[in-house]
């Protein structure tokens, strides 16, 4: 007789079969960037003025803000602190890592929703925002259910990892672009989106209490925090370089509808973005416990993503500039020439030698480079800003992340010993720099 439990059994097996956690960590931050751009091109054509459409751009902003400098760095030690853990402590851990997650969620929001008086204008060079309150409920949410994939990770859960993206993000285009069309207005938007994170918090206490002992283990966190924290300064650092150019635009500009232009074109190619962000994480684990190995596997699974991201980084340069009126709407014809400079940032974002500093347990020089990557940064937006104006800024964050990487090789090279050609495939990268370089160019004069 048909069992419909033990077929879902089967299915979800054979899927976790075919799909490694690497795959479906890709494919999760493919789904998280993916959702991001379809909501843009949705509000773009639903009908919505441009000041909605910047109001909504310079919410995700805030909301940025106020996650770049704890939450990634917190994610990002989830996990070298659970490999390090005995197996009792690591069902432990996993549930004060949901706990701890919470309640900075909420002392950010509540200092956000209280302060906003003066938050609102010195991060957005705007005196309000519509929708802020609702937004800041989704944001708590958001906030408190981050370690959900790191779970699913850690599991060795792909299929799970896999439904939790498809959920969340599918699920966010549409409470986000639904109410829009249905003539509520992005207010009615955000209220929806609070709906939903109220969801995903539901779906993370569940996966808290099964996957985690519920004992708050204060020693715990210490050791935990302990280790972030280089990792959270330099992704403070890291992530100012990308939010600085959102502030300056806001400071020095103050519209709406420029914010928006500039945060359509500042987009970065998310197949680009969530690819290598995935594969970085996964394979830090690895590099970890199996160097030679690691990085073997790591200059193979690079190299195919070479093959992948700098041919369709190139196409997009030849059609951008008709695909932006077309995609969003012919207010955003600006925004093109400016994505076709953040496409330049494949040549940096394919580069992972962060993952092999990591595990090697040398946070700080990843702080100490990107302190220099930081300065560099501002120095030069606002020279280029004031010289070129928003493609100026483009292109101080292209210098700006090429110099890290580079910074971050020589600390690989000198300090550790460890050689690029070990973990990178010099020759196929220096050819696709090259091509895409050549494609930039040829672009500017087709269009």
Same mark, same amino acid.
């Given at each position: 007789?048909?069992? @419909?439990?033990?077929?879902?059994?089967?299915?979800?097996?054979?899927?976790?079969?075919?799909?490694?956690?690497? $795959?479906?960590? $890709?494919?999760?931050?493919?789904?998280?960037?993916? *959702?991001?751009?379809?909501?843009?091109?949705? %509000?773009?054509?639903?009908?919505?003025?441009?000041?909605?459409?910047?109001?909504?751009?310079?919410?995700?902003?805030?909301?940025?803000?106020?996650?770049?400098?704890?939450?990634?760095?917190?994610?990002?030690?989830?996990? @070298?602190?659970?490999?390090?853990?005995?197996?009792?402590?690591?069902?432990?851990?996993?549930?004060?890592?949901?706990?701890?997650?919470?309640?900075?969620?909420?002392?950010?929001?509540?200092?956000?929703?209280?302060?906003?008086?003066?938050?609102?204008?010195?991060?957005?060079?705007?005196? $309000?925002?519509?929708?802020?309150?609702?937004?800041?409920?989704?944001?708590?949410?958001?906030?408190?259910? %981050?370690?959900?994939?790191?779970?699913?990770?850690?599991?060795?859960?792909?299929?799970?990892?896999?439904?939790?993206?498809?959920?969340?993000?599918?699920?966010?285009?549409?409470?986000?672009? %639904?109410?829009?069309?249905?003539?509520?207005?992005?207010?009615?938007?955000?209220?929806?989106?609070?709906?939903?994170?109220?969801?995903?918090?539901?779906?993370?206490?569940?996966?808290?209490?099964?996957?985690?002992?519920? $004992?708050?283990?204060?020693?715990?966190?210490?050791?935990?925090?302990?280790?972030?924290?280089?990792?959270?300064?330099?992704?403070?650092?890291?992530?100012?370089?990308?939010?600085?150019?959102?502030?300056?635009?806001?400071?020095?500009?103050?519209?709406?509808?420029?914010?928006?232009?500039?945060?359509?074109?500042?987009?970065?190619?998310?197949?680009?973005?969530?690819?290598?962000?995935?594969?970085?994480?996964?394979?830090?684990?690895?590099?970890?416990?199996?160097?030679?190995?690691?990085?073997?596997?790591?200059?193979?699974?690079?190299?195919?993503?070479?093959?992948?991201?700098?041919?369709?980084?190139?196409?997009?340069?030849?059609? +951008?500039? @008709?695909?932006?009126?077309?995609?969003?709407?012919?207010?955003? +014809?600006?925004?093109?020439?400016?994505?076709?400079?953040?496409?330049?940032?494949?040549?940096?974002?394919?580069?992972?030698?962060?993952?092999?500093?990591?595990?090697?347990?040398? @946070?700080?020089?990843?702080?100490?480079?990107?302190?220099?990557?930081?300065?560099?940064?501002?120095?030069?937006?606002?020279?280029?800003?004031?010289?070129?104006?928003?493609?100026?800024?483009?292109? +101080?964050?292209?210098?700006?992340?090429?110099?890290?990487?580079?910074?971050?090789?020589?600390?690989?090279?000198?300090?550790?010993?460890?050689?690029?050609?070990?973990?990178?495939?010099? *020759?196929?990268?220096?050819?696709?720099?090259?091509?895409?370089?050549?494609?930039?160019?040829? +672009?500017?004069?087709?269009?």
């Amino acid at each position: 007789m048909f069992n @419909p439990l033990q077929a879902i059994r089967y299915l979800a097996t054979t899927a976790t079969g075919l799909l490694s956690t690497t $795959q479906a960590m $890709q494919a999760y931050q493919l789904l998280r960037l993916g *959702s991001v751009i379809l909501t843009s091109i949705l %509000l773009a054509r639903s009908g919505l003025r441009m000041a909605e459409i910047g109001a909504y751009e310079a919410l995700l902003y805030i909301g940025s803000t106020a996650a770049f400098f704890w939450a990634n760095g917190l994610l990002q030690a989830i996990p @070298p602190v659970y490999a390090r853990l005995q197996e009792a402590e690591r069902s432990v851990f996993l549930f004060n890592t949901f706990v701890l997650f919470s309640a900075i969620a909420l002392g950010i929001v509540s200092v956000l929703w209280l302060a906003k008086a003066g938050v609102v204008p010195a991060l957005t060079g705007l005196a $309000q925002i519509p929708g802020l309150g609702w937004y800041c409920l989704y944001l708590f949410f958001h906030l408190a259910t %981050l370690p959900v994939e790191y779970v699913y990770l850690l599991g060795e859960k792909p299929v799970g990892l896999t439904v939790w993206g498809v959920a969340s993000f599918g699920l966010y285009i549409l409470a986000l672009a %639904l109410p829009v069309y249905a003539g509520f207005g992005l207010e009615g938007g955000l209220m929806a989106l609070a709906g939903l994170g109220a969801l995903r918090c539901i779906w993370a206490v569940w996966l808290a209490v099964l996957s985690g002992v519920r $004992q708050w283990r204060p020693g715990l966190i210490r050791q935990y925090l302990h280790f972030s924290t280089p990792l959270i300064l330099n992704l403070l650092v890291g992530n100012l370089v990308l939010l600085f150019d959102s502030w300056l635009v806001g400071w020095y500009y103050r519209d709406e509808a420029i914010f928006a232009v500039f945060r359509y074109g500042s987009r970065e190619f998310p197949l680009v973005t969530a690819l290598a962000t995935a594969l970085g994480t996964a394979m830090v684990a690895r590099i970890a416990a199996d160097p030679a190995a690691g990085m073997a596997e790591l200059k193979a699974r690079t190299l195919r993503l070479f093959h992948l991201v700098f041919p369709a980084s190139a196409v997009l340069m030849f059609v +951008s500039r @008709p695909l932006f009126p077309w995609l969003f709407n012919p207010a955003f +014809s600006a925004s093109a020439p400016l994505f076709n400079i953040y496409l330049l940032l494949t040549c940096s974002r394919v580069l992972l030698p962060n993952a092999i500093v990591l595990a090697n347990s040398r @946070p700080r020089a990843i702080l100490a480079i990107g302190l220099l990557e930081l300065a560099v940064k501002v120095v030069l937006g606002f020279c280029f800003v004031y010289g070129w104006g928003l493609p100026g800024l483009a292109w +101080s964050a292209v210098v700006a992340f090429m110099l890290e990487k580079i910074g971050l090789i020589w600390f690989l090279e000198k300090r550790l010993g460890v050689r690029t050609a070990d973990w990178l495939d010099r *020759s196929w990268f220096a050819r696709y720099v090259f091509a895409l370089v050549v494609a930039f160019v040829l +672009s500017g004069y087709v269009w």
